[in-house]
């Protein structure tokens, strides 16, 4: 079992930035690929940013060159830095924890970007 508590979501200007945080408990941390996706009003749900355990990155399009996603194995931790926000980027933040096809993920955390 996995549990996955967001963090760092809230209200920001456009061309601000904000830190997301995924604290993760229960499970060996580092066996698992951590991931971040969002989800906007009336918008399916998608990927944002991932590394896997490997430590092999990738990031949606939208967002590269703007969005930073680290874990920190010691504090089984993974981290969204966001910058250079837009309003496209308002949406739902949801953790994602995935080993073998088993997913887990957290209850989300809101980030709206408006002036």
């Known amino acids: 079992q996995v549990q996955l508590v967001e963090s760092g979501g809230g209200l920001v200007q456009p061309g601000g930035s904000l830190r997301l945080s995924c604290a993760a408990s229960g499970t060996i941390f580092r066996m698992y690929a951590m991931g971040w996706y969002r989800q906007a009003p009336g918008k399916q749900r998608e990927l944002v940013a991932r590394k896997t355990s490997g430590g092999i990155t990738n990031y949606a399009d939208s967002v590269k060159g703007r969005f930073t996603i680290s874990r920190d194995g010691a504090r089984n931790t993974v981290y969204l830095q966001v910058d250079s926000l837009t309003p496209e980027d308002t949406a739902v933040y949801y953790c994602?924890?995935?080993?073998?096809?088993?997913?887990?993920w957290g209850q989300g955390t809101q980030v709206t970007v408006s002036s």
């Open positions: 994602n924890a995935e080993r073998d096809g088993l997913e887990y």
